[in-house]
């Protein structure tokens, strides 16, 4: 299926931006942003947990599996078909191939595909040699939760994944982690060796369903202030993450807001936050300088970019941290 990242099915992207377009882009502030913030709040989805089930290859029923990166993951496009029905209470694929969309606020934030961004943020961790090991981790705005995974082959100590669709998280987001943790002792195929891989046998003991890397998850859906507050006012035991990863997640100013308060909420006195994001967003208007100067605003925060990718439109990768922080 052909999506678009914007909100104006109409607009030619092909076309070179004008100079107006590139120098003054949506500002996150104004009486016009909190109106549409105001008629997204009043459909922002509510937290929820998500369990793996005690038998953990029921999630990669009537799934396909693929490989990228030396990573497992499902068929995005057999997912599609199979949520194509609306047997799910969201319906977003169908609602998403309606509106000619990838993003519909307060309905579908995206999270049935695969960004590039993601993938320039996995090569980052690897180049930095970025260590997870004895941490904890959030995968915020997670999709396919790549990132989470690589996370969790370098021995984390806790991860956690949320995204804001339900179904996100149940038919994508949780079969990836558990085909990752079932075959971590198989060696995934190179990035261009992209073949079907048959889903581990249903006839797995109990105990092997549920390997040692799986109960070091946790998944979450809802908007991101409401998964903050699930978390904080959980009397399960939590700590707050000493490396936040997200993706793709800065393209609508409307949202840097909430945005800004969770990862004030979530991150550790000393943790680290790597954003990956390109430099602007056509249609919906955020992007890498915004965000920047909005961080620099609320002077909570300090960052700066670790990684340029150049080809294609600009993307970076930023690293966040308090201002007092070590």
């Known amino acids: 299926m052909d999506f678009r990242f914007n909100f104006f099915p109409d607009e030619d ?4 931006p004008s100079a107006q377009r590139e120098t003054q882009p949506c ?4 009486e016009h942003i909190e109106k549409r913030l105001a008629e997204t709040k009043a459909c922002i989805k509510a937290a929820k947990e998500h369990h793996i089930p005690a038998d953990a290859s029921k999630v990669l029923e009537n799934k396909v599996l693929e490989t990228a990166s030396g990573l497992y993951y499902v068929n995005m496009s057999v997912v599609e078909l199979t949520c194509q029905d609306g047997t799910h209470e969201e319906d977003i694929v169908s609602k998403s191939v309606s509106s000619h969309s990838d993003l519909i606020p307060g309905v579908y934030e995206g999270g049935l595909k695969i960004w590039e961004c993601t993938y320039d943020l996995m090569d980052f961790l690897s180049e930095a040699e970025i260590q997870f090991a004895n941490k904890t981790v959030l995968d915020l705005g997670c999709g396919a939760g790549l990132l989470g995974i690589v996370a969790l082959r370098g021995n984390a100590e806790e991860v956690h994944f949320q995204d804001y669709n339900s179904t996100v998280i149940e038919e994508i987001t949780m079969p990836n982690v558990v085909a ?5 002792g198989n060696k995934a195929d190179s990035e261009d060796d992209r073949k079907n891989i048959k889903p581990p046998s249903k006839r797995r003991k109990k105990s092997e369903c549920l390997p040692d890397k799986l ?7 809802g908007g991101w202030s409401e998964v903050s507050q699930l978390l904080l006012s959980s009397s399960k035991p939590w700590s707050k993450y000493d490396l936040i990863l997200t993706s793709e997640t800065i393209y609508n100013p409307d949202y840097y807001s909430a945005l800004h308060d969770t990862l004030a909420q979530l991150l550790a006195k000393n943790g680290r936050v790597y954003l990956a994001s390109k430099v602007h967003y056509f249609g919906v208007g955020g992007g890498t300088y915004l965000f920047e100067k909005f961080l620099e605003e609320r002077k909570v925060f300090r960052s700066s970019i670790v990684k340029e990718v150049e080809e294609g439109l600009k993307r970076f990768i930023l690293e966040i ?3 007092d922080s070590t």
């Open 13 to 16: 992207e092909s076309k070179e």
């Open 27 to 30: 500002s996150p502030t104004g």
């Open 180 to 184: 990752n943790c079932i075959n971590a």
């Open 215 to 221: 109960t070091k998850c946790r998944f979450f859906s």
């Open 321 to 323: 941290a308090f201002k």
